[in-house]
């Protein structure tokens, strides 16, 4: 079956909920475990006397994962609402098969998939392997400073494996197979094309909006700040007091962007050169042996090719407040948690220090465009935070001191410092 893109929530399969606040989604369909079953023994190629478990592992606001024991190892169905039908599944199948062909980042292999909600169980799924490991916040802790080192140099290596693999256009990369009939369609890399974005907040509140590809950052920003005005005047038009207050400063964020937008992002005919970015690269995607060794990445749903200037960014389990000195252990008795906490910190701040100065000898280009484009990074972020009530206020005074030229630390900071002083 052709593949269209399609931006309606099918209605049948889940209740959701646009609020001035966000976005509700509740299953009212569970999946049923015995179709599960049946799906893993036929794609599995399993003996009809073969053993099969299914049990529930998680869920999240998009999918319920099972986890799968047989005979032939053990695996994960991940079952999805279709809040953005067949682009969302198709788009995460095919990342996971460029990373595999053009890298060596471990991530799942894919068993078998289907992105349409009309089959038996009636949503989309796909069937991967599960990769032996366990989450990075459950080892952390205990893992020596040369295993936390060889962890991050490892991610290092990954990141600029996924830089160098160069695209073009802005969006969210299919297999040419599944794109083939795509409306919009953008230059070829081998047998994947780059295609619409997939899932960003506002996208799914905004499900007219053009979704891409985008072929160049000025035209990919300014859809942004277009959802950010059409999010803002949501909330301008409402009868509450706070929220029309919200509605007015996130309006004067979009107005101050807007001129920095006008400054930073010139007009060009050129397809941007773009690279795979994952977003959550935290300590629970990231995957560790028991000896805390790196064995797996996971959670490449919505990956998306992004500008250059935007993949150049740290991995979210090394992000984090600076401290320059280590803290003094508490005399004559056990450390307690603030020491602890401030130990922490400290050691974040110089395994950072060392994933850059890597960075630096392995792919010099990455750290030219993290060092030069933190001011067109840091608009973006501006975008995606300013609907949140409690920092919009740190998010307009950063902007005022941008827009006048003044000299200012980054929005990071500026966030972190606003929260520190509530």
């Not at 073009?168 to 083939?180: C, F, H, P, T, V």
């Not at 899932?199 to 072929?215: D, E, I, M, Q, T």
């Not at 060794?293 to 407040?321: K, M, N, S, T």
Request: aromatic residues 8%.
């Amino acid at each position: 079956m052709a593949l269209e893109p399609t931006h309606q929530i099918d209605q049948s399969e889940l209740a959701s909920k646009i609020t001035l606040g966000g976005f509700n989604i509740d299953w009212t369909t569970e999946p049923s475990v015995e179709v599960v079953e049946k799906l893993v023994r036929k794609h599995l190629a399993l003996r009809p006397n073969a053993q099969v478990k299914v049990t529930p592992f998680t869920a999240s606001a998009f999918n319920s994962l099972f986890a799968v024991y047989c005979s032939k190892g053990q695996f994960i169905m991940r079952v999805t609402l279709p809040v953005a039908p067949k682009v969302k599944t198709s788009s995460e199948v095919a990342t996971l098969l460029f990373i595999r062909e053009k890298t060596d980042i471990p991530v799942p292999q894919i068993m078998a998939y289907d992105a349409n909600v009309h089959n038996e169980l009636g949503f989309e799924w796909i069937l991967m392997e599960r990769i032996a490991a366990v989450p990075l916040r459950e080892k952390w802790a205990q893992m020596s400073w040369l295993k936390k080192a060889m962890l991050v140099q490892k991610m290092v290596h990954f990141q600029a494996q996924l830089f160098r693999q160069k695209l073009s256009n802005i969006g969210n990369l299919y297999k040419e197979s599944d794109a083939r009939n795509f409306k919009s369609r953008q230059q070829r890399n081998s047998s994947y094309d780059v295609g619409e974005v997939v899932l960003p907040w506002r996208f799914v509140s905004n499900p007219a909006v053009h979704r891409g590809p985008y072929k160049t950052s000025q035209e990919y920003v300014g859809v942004l700040l277009r959802l950010l005005l059409n999010d803002a005047n949501k909330y301008l038009r409402s009868d509450d007091e706070d929220n029309i207050k919200q509605g007015e400063n996130m309006r004067q964020v979009h107005d101050k962007l807007q001129i920095m937008v006008n400054r930073l992002f010139v007009h060009s005919d050129v397809p941007e050169v773009t690279a795979l970015l994952h977003r959550d690269l935290n300590d629970a995607n990231i995957l560790v042996s028991e000896e805390g060794d790196l064995v797996g990445i996971v959670d490449w749903e919505c990956v998306a090719a992004v500008p250059l200037w935007q993949a150049c960014r740290l991995p979210q389990f090394l992000e984090g407040p600076t401290c320059d000195k280590p803290p003094t252990p508490p005399k004559g008795e056990a450390p307690d948690n603030m020491y602890m906490e401030s130990l922490e910190v400290y050691e974040q701040k110089q395994l950072r220090k060392f994933f850059l100065e890597e960075m630096q000898r392995v792919e010099p280009e990455w750290m030219r465009m993290f060092q030069t484009e933190r001011l067109r990074t840091d608009i973006l972020l501006a975008i995606e935070v300013s609907d949140n009530e409690f920092i919009i206020g740190a998010v307009k005074q950063w902007l005022s001191g941008v827009v006048q030229g003044r000299q200012v630390e980054s929005l990071t900071d500026a966030i972190r410092n606003s929260l520190r002083k509530t």
